[in-house]
């Protein structure tokens, strides 16, 4: 079974520093991987998905993300932190094929001043 | 084009009653999707439903849930006596073909907060 493991609940990091949320998945295929951001009581917004065009994958806000088929990894960086970036962050696999998304239990960015 | 609509965004039941939580795609959209977040958890897979059309419901508890998506109107998700353990955010998703095409993106809506009481 496909499964998608994010190795930190929580991440601190101050404004103006880089971004590293972690992120591995176990899968047969080669899946589709997705990083989707979550703010309080709003819903979720993608912020960059790997189809296997590219293995860098460059998203909104300055995220970007890269997938390492060796090490079954798809981590989630961003150069400089912004206060605005502090929300939950979610990365997600899917088989090609199948209709399901299995989701990570999710990274809580905080960003202080 | 508006996004994924869902409501109540806030639901709240007492125990035993019915929940019913309503999603409206995107326009173009034909594939509808439903999660659950419980608490400190990630989403969860329940349901995918097409017009008209179950497809996988195989991430829906066994009694209890139901969901359409009917030729006109919203796509709904009913859950019959609802207990403490149903407390959770419910997501809609929706795509214009099926996420299982390489790359097809879902969209969110803003969700359902249900509470039982």
């Known amino acids: 079974a496909q499964s998608v493991t994010q190795l930190d609940s929580h991440v601190s990091v101050s404004e103006g520093t880089p971004v590293l949320l972690r992120c591995n998945y176990s899968?047969?295929?080669?899946?589709?991987l997705f990083w989707y951001v979550q703010h309080p009581n709003k819903g979720l917004q993608l912020l960059l998905k790997?189809?296997?065009?590219?293995?860098l994958v460059k998203g909104i806000n300055g995220f970007e993300a890269e997938f390492k088929k060796s090490e079954t990894s798809f981590h989630l960086t961003k150069p400089s932190a912004h206060m605005s970036d502090a929300a939950e962050y979610f990365c997600v696999a899917m088989n090609t094929g199948f209709q399901k998304l299995v989701f990570g239990t999710g990274t809580r960015l905080l960003v202080s001043p | 084009n508006a996004g994924v609509m869902q409501n109540p965004r806030h639901l709240v039941r007492r125990r035993g009653q019915e929940a019913r939580l309503r999603c409206s795609p995107m326009?173009?959209?034909?594939?509808v999707y439903w999660y659950r977040q419980l608490p400190e958890e990630g989403l969860k897979f329940m349901v995918y439903?097409?017009?008209?059309?179950?497809?996988?419901e195989s991430g829906m508890p066994k009694e209890r849930f139901s969901a359409e998506f009917p030729k006109e109107g919203p796509s709904i998700l009913r859950i019959q006596q609802v207990v403490r353990g149903d407390s959770a955010a419910y997501f809609c998703?929706?795509?214009?073909?099926?996420?299982?095409?390489?790359?097809?993106?879902?969209?969110f809506g803003q969700g359902t907060r249900l509470t039982v009481v």
């Open positions: 326009k173009g959209h034909s594939h």
């Open positions: 998703a929706s795509s214009p073909t099926g996420t299982g095409a390489v790359g097809t993106e879902a969209f």
């Open positions: 899968s047969s295929y080669s899946p589709s």
């Open positions: 439903l097409q017009k008209e059309n179950i497809i996988d």
């Open positions: 790997y189809t296997s065009a590219a293995t």
